[in-house]
């Protein structure tokens, strides 16, 4: 398992840089050598069928004995963020070397750990002779990580058209996103799995002021520069609405309200009433505030290329991750309002909506076949229904399904969170081997044909 992970974690990480075009051919074929060498029996195995996806991207195609079964989707993507060893990293960041039984590298959790998962186990069934019943499809995508809205559109984008012109719908698609929560809710007892079931939009907006540029020593009453700080700090000063408990995110601390202690326990089970009163408390952390609103981040502010010359011009670009409760519209609509200055031009650059919510209950056959996966591998974790505050690959496939799921059983203790995107990314030698023991079971899961009547629909009280 090491050596897959540092053979999948080595070439793509660099990928992402985009080199030129004889370099990324380099590259390509060096993953491409590293899947097919360790993983050699899904490459020579009759039952799949494999095909190159522009370029990068990889399809599988796993065919099931019982074709009236609607097949799956387990989703993954090859690419990483860029990270460099100066950045104070225990060790290179694509090295995949061992330290007290973790190992360390760009990608380990996002996302070559749930690749590495899906593929390994899924050799290991072919190895045993496997033949699933339901049939289901592999996905790797190979631009998840790029910059701004436009990630997965040459991989997974290209891989959903290929499926959509064939006809394909699906029962579910599993992908990335959240995990196992250990030690990160304040006052949760024990480990919380909780499964996506929606992710929030996003939307990149450009604040500009422009004017005629001057000399620093005959300065106006008013520059690009201060007109612009002023409009961004009153975005600052004014967060959006507070939507907490309009959202899926309402299912979530429902699910895990009786692992709380008294009084978040009285509280979360009555959140019909106390609501406004949770919101106001979750909201004072940043990581917990994702939950209430859109959230607001000022990411990029530029102006001026000399000392002594007033800037003719002058931007910045604000990042929205939108709320379940609202449109990107209406979080547009309320950016106007909010700035409230003619003089600042307000441009969308980029943006989506929030993404529907997959359904959750006790007939959601992708749902429950995840709890039960997850239940018999940690019978103490409560599974629960959680929304993405990031994005996916998955959100492409929208309309090839309505249940679209994101989970790996990664474990999050407090501060692991922070190596996400960061420094010292990780993941422990047991949590790989976990990973693939997950999909090997989910996998055999799908093939019963239908889910068991609800408890509920058998026994009316």
Known sequence: LTRSVFCLITPISIKNVRPYQVGKLFLHLTFSLCVITAFPTIFSSRLVQHELVANYSHLFWVKGSQPDLVPYLLLAHIDVVPASESDGWEAPPFSAKEIDGFIYGRGTIDDKGPLVGILQAFEYLLMKGYAPRRGFYIGLGHDEEVINNVSGFNGAMNIMRILKQRGVQLSFVLDEGL??????????????????????????????????????????????????????????????????????????????????????????????????????????????????????????????????????????????????????????????????????????????????????????????????????????????????????DSRHFKDLTSDIYRFAPLWFKPGDAQRFHGINERISKSNLEELVAFYFSLIQNCDINKLPEPHTSVHEL
């Open 179 to 392: 995990a196992i929560l250990d030690g990160v809710i304040s006052g949760l007892e024990g480990p919380a799995a909780l499964i996506g079931i929606s992710e929030k939009g996003s939307a990149t907006v450009k604040l500009s002021v422009s004017m005629v540029p001057g000399h620093a020593s005959m300065p106006p009453r008013e520059s690009t520069i201060g007109i612009l700080a002023a409009a961004v700090k009153r975005l600052e000063d004014n967060p959006m609405p507070r939507s907490f408990g309009l959202g899926p995110e309402r299912g979530m601390f429902e699910h895990l309200a009786q692992k709380f202690r008294f009084p978040m326990k009285l509280i979360m089970s009555n959140l019909w009433l106390f609501s406004p009163l949770l919101g106001r408390v979750l909201e004072r952390k940043q990581e917990t505030n994702a939950f209430v609103r859109t959230t607001t981040a000022v990411t990029m502010f530029n102006a001026g290329v000399k000392v002594n010359v007033i800037p003719s011009l002058a931007e910045a670009y604000v990042n929205l991750r939108i709320h379940s409760a609202q449109s990107l519209q209406e979080v547009v609509d309320l950016i106007h309002s909010t700035v409230g200055d003619q003089r600042v031009k307000i441009e969308l650059v980029d943006g989506f909506d929030p993404l529907p919510v997959s359904s959750y209950d006790e007939r959601s056959f992708g749902f429950q076949i995840i709890k039960k996966t997850v239940l018999d591998m940690f019978p103490t974790v409560t599974v629960a229904p959680g929304i993405c505050i990031g994005n996916t």
